[in-house]
């Protein structure tokens, strides 16, 4: 069935891939785009200290930030009170009307949760339809990803259009072979190499109502698995439990708050050692740094063991926590000990977490 002219419902973009993968560089991108005005965006992020809702560069206020913790577990209710309270806020013309959404996941979402909540959800299946799952794909460290984490094998096989992103930095070969490998998994989807979230809206936006007959054969079971959690969930009434078999339990997250500025190149040195020797434990870095003789934050960005150029926000965010300007630096780790990267901190900038 595709959407036709008579569908007034809200098409919702489900933006996917990878922790690091390139998402927000594509949103922000996106969001400049004169064909993506009237969007709503919701963010979602796995740390416990949110980042990414303030290097989204929107005008407007339409951000928002759903409860920390992962929309495919803990966060799926808060989902669908998020669109709910959308809709009715619209309704109320409280708001500005809105064209469509766009959903950021995080980086290690299992996308089924997010679709079948979607699709089966009464109240926002009349309102909403999914208008595609966008999976974006790290070209520098996909196929790594892919071979050691399930949550990337299913944000591929569920996507309706596939973004290979940050070209610049991959081989043609390491693109030619991720791209093979992608093509195995997901046939039926279009593939689109992009540089720093280059991608005209046109490439992501009507890719027509989702179609799970038309993905691999797992992604139909994955959805039907979800509809079995989904009955046990209610059964049990555990609407807010953490689905503790859903994520690696060896992956978690925690942050770093530093009250005294950094120097620089200490901190450089500090992220440079621990890159280096515990980078492959090391999934993402991000934060906001408050670095000596920078009256600007900085954010710093580090995926697997490549530190990212740093970049500066024009001030720092007005809201908590960052309105204290103190550092904070998010890890999600596999089978890493806190207590190793807050001494290479200590170590290196002499700087000790302030939590
Ligand atoms: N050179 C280059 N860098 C990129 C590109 N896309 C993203 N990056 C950088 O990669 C880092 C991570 O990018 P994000 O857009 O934050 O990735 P994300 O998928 O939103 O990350 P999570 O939300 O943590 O999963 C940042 O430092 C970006 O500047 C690209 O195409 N080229």
């Known amino acids: ?8 419902r809200i098409p919702v973009v489900i933006l996917t891939g990878f922790l690091g993968a390139g998402k927000t560089t594509l949103l922000n991108h996106l969001l400049q785009q004169p064909e993506m005005a009237e969007t709503a965006v919701l963010i979602n992020e796995f740390g416990s200290v949110a980042v990414d809702h303030h290097l989204v560069e929107k005008i407007d206020d339409d951000v928002i930030l759903l409860d920390a913790g992962c929309i495919c577990c803990t966060v799926r209710g808060d989902l669908t009170r998020s669109l709910t309270d959308l809709f009715m806020r619209c309704l109320r013309r409280e708001i500005k009307p809105i064209r469509r959404v766009v959903i950021e996941t995080t980086g290690l979402a299992d996308p089924s949760p997010v679709i079948y909540t979607l699709m089966e959800d009464f109240f926002l299946a009349e309102r909403y339809r999914i208008d595609g799952v966008v999976t974006a794909v790290d070209a520098t460290h996909g196929e790594g990803q892919l071979a050691a984490h399930g949550e990337a094998i299913k944000q591929v096989a569920m996507a309706d259009r596939l973004l290979l992103t940050k070209a610049d930095l991959a081989t043609p070969e390491q693109l030619a072979a991720l791209s093979a490998r992608l093509t195995t998994m997901n046939p039926s989807a279009p593939q689109l190499p992009i540089a720093r979230g280059q991608v005209p809206p046109s ?16 992604v139909a079971g994955w959805l039907a698995e979800e509809k079995v959690r989904d009955e046990r969930r209610k059964a049990h009434g555990h609407h807010h439990r953490h689905d503790v078999d859903r994520h690696d339990a060896h992956v978690y997250s925690f942050a770093l708050t530093f009250a005294e500025p950094l120097a620089w190149p200490s901190f450089a040195d500090a992220v440079g050692v621990l890159l280096e020797t515990m980078g492959e434990r090391i999934l993402r870095i991000k934060g906001l740094l408050n ?16 530190l990212y150029p740093y970049t500066r926000l024009d001030d720092w965010p007005a809201q908590a926590p960052y309105n204290d300007r103190q550092s904070r630096l998010v890890f999600i780790v596999r089978d890493l000990d806190q207590s190793l990267v807050e001494q290479a901190f200590a170590m290196f900038c002499g700087v000790r977490d302030q939590c």
């Open 1 to 8: 069935m595709m959407a036709d002219d008579a569908d007034r």
């Open 203 to 218: 490439a992501i936006l009507a890719c027509g109502l989702y179609d799970p007959a038309a993905k691999s054969p797992d």
């Open 291 to 306: 670095v000596v003789g920078d009256h600007k934050p900085r954010v710093v960005q580090c995926v697997q063991h490549v």
